[in-house]
């Protein structure tokens, strides 16, 4: 267990909906990762969080959208939802965000767009 | 623009090392990484490098890094049932603000 959780666990939806997925981090850790894993793309780094402030981005489409909170929980929101959408989703925490830090993942949302 | 790349598969016999490579094209990298996911389970950092290192070695794993051929390797040692998984490679910038690129993941297989 990586003391990051991950709601929900599992989410089907239809296209065009939109979902918000849930990740809490590892007690302390202040940045927060985002990452699609899916079978066409690959893992791809979607954004990163620290402390509440946007700190790096990656392939995130602009249907796509984050935000970390003040209780330093991270949601990730997916709009106009489309098939090529269905991926697993990881949420990582890391202590302050650098590099040579060790990211700590959670277990995932897997989400099914029919 | 900045690429990872592995091969897909590896077979191994139990028993035997496991060398999987991975070559970037970043070379501003400074992070360089390796990761590991067993089937329904998130990504385990296995082990990380610096750029200013050629080796380093922790039990069982041995990274190798050619920063001048940008080639990076993982070597398992004594190869266990318990390594099958997909193994990802990944890299970092220094700056805290730059994005994490992963290659696709090679898929290790042990055959008894």
């Known amino acids: 267990d990586s003391g990051v959780t991950q709601t929900p666990k599992h989410l089907i939806t239809a296209t065009g909906q939109r979902v918000t997925l849930r990740c809490s981090p590892r007690?302390?850790?202040?940045?927060v990762y985002w990452y699609q894993q899916s079978l066409d793309q690959g893992l791809q780094f979607l954004i990163q969080y620290y402390n509440g402030e946007e700190r790096a981005k990656g392939n995130i489409l602009e249907r796509f959208s984050a935000q970390q909170f003040p209780d330093l929980h991270s949601e990730l929101n997916l709009s106009s939802l489309e098939l090529g959408d269905s991926a697993l989703y990881f949420c990582?925490?890391?202590?302050?965000?650098?590099?040579?830090?060790?990211?700590?993942f959670g277990p995932g949302t897997r989400l099914l767009v029919l | 623009g900045e690429d990872v790349e592995q091969s897909l598969f590896l077979s191994v016999r139990e028993g035997d090392s496991s060398v999987i490579n991975c070559t970037y094209t970043d070379s501003s990298s400074t992070y360089l990484y390796w990761y590991k996911q067993e089937p329904g389970a998130g990504l385990q950092l296995l082990t990380y490098?610096?750029?200013?290192?050629d080796m380093k070695q922790d039990q069982r794993l041995t990274v190798l890094l050619n920063k001048k051929d940008k080639h990076l390797s993982l070597r398992i040692a004594d190869t266990q049932t318990g390594d099958s998984a997909i193994y990802f490679c990944a890299e970092k910038g220094y700056s805290s603000a730059s994005k994490i690129i992963f290659g696709s993941g090679t898929r290790l297989s042990i055959r008894p």
């Open positions: 990582a925490s890391s202590a302050t965000g650098q590099g040579k830090e060790t990211q700590y």
């Open positions: 490098i610096f750029s200013n290192m």
């Open positions: 007690s302390g850790d202040l940045s």
